[in-house]
């Protein structure tokens, strides 16, 4: 891979190391609320120019596009062939890039039922600390000697480089879906997800908030017939159930816009992510519960140690997603060996601290 676009990225890198600069990678700029703040001092590290598909090959499900690609338009390219990113990426705006939808690693709806970001991962192409290009993993999916390197880059928040091209499995959009409403308390409805979850049933996502259970079934057209006769519920129109799915993945359905009004006015948003047999947890707000259980969101003005604390007693941990004070930082922090191993990483790839430094951990 090699162009003008590219050399810029390097001559940039380049200079930054020889000046002992800092960089700030910038893509589409949507997900700059998420994370620490970056060193106020670095510079901008425009990837928009790094762009376009570079390979796509639908009869092998694998699809290869550069970091600045627009999301909206390697979607759009896979849905001409009947195929989709099934992990869902949310696009909080639309100058979403490829590069920020993996080094963020979020995942929609589906996230349960499909798997997350990294788990798409093929292969990617990465600028290190040293101006270096680097290159891991491939294009199919037994392709991994030693370390999987290429899936540590998701959720990484650019500190380890500057991502430039990434390969991805796609998948078929599914031939049937439908979307049931159920009735029932949060309680209730975390036991049934975790017995659903147990059985054969083709359930893709779920999302309980104030007394109703929305579900979704997605496969093959017997199978979510036959799981609609099991569960019931009432059936939510396509159209209606197509613009609740989208609402609730782009973070712009009835909660989320309650939660940035709550935001406004000195709340936080969390985002808990705990076992998906955990029972309601106990706190004052605003909540929503996704993936079966395992992702709780919270809007409330409580101090972040009482929300971590909820969150650990049930073998989780909290992220601040949304708030305008972050002195407790946005992450939960990490214990030794995990902090060992982040800074490790962090200096074998970024020796001198060049990249979004402070973006995932503070001072990293």
């Known amino acids: 891979m090699s162009d003008a676009a590219l050399a810029r990225l390097v001559d940039q890198v380049q200079t930054a190391r020889a000046q002992r600069g800092r960089l700030n990678i910038v893509g589409g700029g949507t997900k700059a609320f998420y994370g620490e703040p970056v ?27 550069r970091a600045g690609t627009p999301l909206a338009d390697l979607e759009a390219a896979l849905a001409e062939k009947g195929q989709c990113l099934p992990f869902e990426p949310p696009r909080f705006g639309a100058g979403g890039t490829v590069g920020g939808m993996v080094c ?36 199919v999916m037994k392709n991994v000697a030693g370390y999987d390197l290429s899936r540590v ?43 659903w979850g147990g059985q054969p049933l083709p359930v893709n996502a779920s999302a309980w908030w104030e007394g109703l259970l929305v579900l979704r079934l997605s496969g093959a057209a017997a199978a979510v017939r036959a799981a609609f006769e099991k569960l019931g519920g009432e059936v939510i129109d396509a159209p209606l159930a197509a613009g609740f799915w989208q609402g609730l993945r782009d973070q712009r359905d009835e909660f989320f816009l309650g939660a940035e009004r709550a935001v ?32 709780r969101w919270l809007c409330t003005p409580l101090p972040a140690a009482k929300v971590r604390e909820a969150a650990a007693s049930q073998g989780g941990h909290a992220t601040l ?44």
Request: glycine share 12%; aromatic share 4%.
């Open 104 to 139: 963020a690693g979020l995942a929609g709806p589906a996230r349960a039922a499909v798997g997350g970001v990294r788990d798409y991962v093929l292969g990617a192409t990465l600028l290190n600390g040293r101006a270096e290009l680097l290159s891991f993993g491939g294009t």
């Open 39 to 65: 060193d106020a001092e670095a510079d901008p590290l425009e990837l928009r120019s790094l762009s376009g598909i570079s390979s796509y090959e639908p009869s092998e499900l694998v699809c290869t596009a």
């Open 264 to 295: 406004a006015g000195g709340a936080g948003l969390w985002r808990l992510s705990v076992p998906q047999v955990a029972p309601p947890l106990a706190l004052a707000g605003e909540q929503l519960v996704e993936w079966g259980g395992a992702q």
């Open 321 to 364: 997603f949304r708030g305008n004070d972050k002195r407790a930082g946005a992450f939960t922090p990490l214990k030794a060996p995990l902090d060992r191993i982040h800074r490790d990483l962090k200096t074998a790839f970024d020796p001198e601290g060049i990249f979004n430094r402070g973006r995932l951990v503070p001072g990293l």
């Open 153 to 195: 880059l998701a959720g990484s928040m650019g500190i380890l480089g500057v991502l430039c091209e990434v390969s991805l499995k796609v998948l078929p959009v599914a031939p049937a879906s439908l979307t049931l409403r159920l009735e029932m308390d949060q309680a209730t409805a975390l036991k049934r997800l975790n017995e």
